[in-house]
């Protein structure tokens, strides 16, 4: 009984300095970040696990020690005088593509200057990018680690991305982005757990049917004919994300279309199943780095 109290105890003490570096994770943004010889040359901000980098680099080394998010990188100038140098001292070029997928380690050497753009993305915004552009099983997606590669279908909206990092034009940057999804063709598979692709639907159309509720887990439990517990662990295991994060998606993608209408942003947040429109204001604030008005505002003008 000692050694259980002394435990619970432990769990329940304030976490000290040590504890928060053991558990931090840096991601390929701050391993850079930290460089004294990388400089930004624009960035660009996406939402919650989204962002754009325009790095420009030069006699530096790095290592990027299982780094946090997924990076895709192109290489926009130069590049020849960079290498991987835990694989082979391969080295770069103006239109190479790199996949760093989350927690994969990788040493670098620049010798020459040249200038790439990051995309950097958190597994769940991956995820439900993925799952919303191809309406599948997010088990399909196959994100393989690569280096220096030829990748056109990827190159494309990455080359997008870094012209609207450096206009600063978000509305250019969202449509890049849907093209990046668009590139990740899902893979042929065989799953033996998880939701089936008629059961996901079935919960889709009804959260759909259901977004200026209050929904919850056992609802969208009942359209599975499951256990709230076990429709939880299924869905994420088929969405790659918590339902709750799913419904939070979906009322945010449905207040995106209505704000391009004149529906007043109260209605919409009404519409859409948030409690108020502060509360759309925060959710779009982090989902989107934006708030509602200011979306409306930018599709206006891009229209």
């Not at 040590?18 to 850079?32: A, G, P």
Request: charged share 20%; with cysteine.
């Amino acid at each position: 009984m000692h050694d259980l109290a002394q435990n619970v105890f432990a769990a329940l003490s304030p976490p000290t300095r040590w504890d928060y570096v053991r558990v931090m994770k840096h991601s390929v943004f701050d391993f850079l970040d930290q460089s004294p010889e990388a400089v930004t040359h624009a960035h660009l901000e996406l939402g919650d696990g989204c962002g754009v980098t325009i790095w420009e680099n030069n006699n530096d080394r790095i290592r990027y020690e299982a780094p946090a998010n997924n990076t895709f990188s192109l290489y926009l100038k130069g590049g020849t005088g960079t290498y991987r140098t835990d694989a082979g001292r391969a080295s770069g070029y103006p239109g190479a593509v790199c996949i760093m997928p989350e927690g994969c380690d990788s040493e670098w050497e620049i010798n020459k200057p040249f200038r790439f753009v990051h995309l950097y993305l958190s597994n769940e915004r991956l995820c439900s990018g993925f799952v919303r552009t191809h309406d599948c099983d997010v088990r399909r997606m196959q994100i393989d680690e690569a280096t220096f590669a030829e990748n056109q279908r990827m190159a494309a909206p990455l080359l997008q991305l870094a012209q609207a990092a450096y206009r600063d034009d978000r509305l250019q940057a969202e449509t890049a982005i849907a093209e990046f999804f668009g590139a990740l063709d899902p893979k042929s598979t065989s799953m033996s757990a998880g939701l089936s692709p008629h059961v996901l639907r079935r919960i889709d159309e009804w959260i759909e049917a259901h977004l200026h509720e209050a929904i919850s887990l056992e609802d969208m439990a009942d359209q599975a004919e499951l256990s709230s517990f076990h429709f939880h662990r299924m869905f994420r295991l088929s969405r790659g994300l918590a339902p709750h994060a799913w419904v939070t998606e979906r009322r945010t993608q449905r207040a995106c279309a209505l704000l391009q209408t004149d529906l007043p942003i109260a209605q919409i947040a009404a519409t859409c199943g948030f409690s108020h429109q502060s509360h759309m204001n925060r959710v779009f604030k982090r989902a989107l780095g934006t708030t509602p008005a200011q979306y409306r505002l930018l599709h206006r003008a891009g229209s």
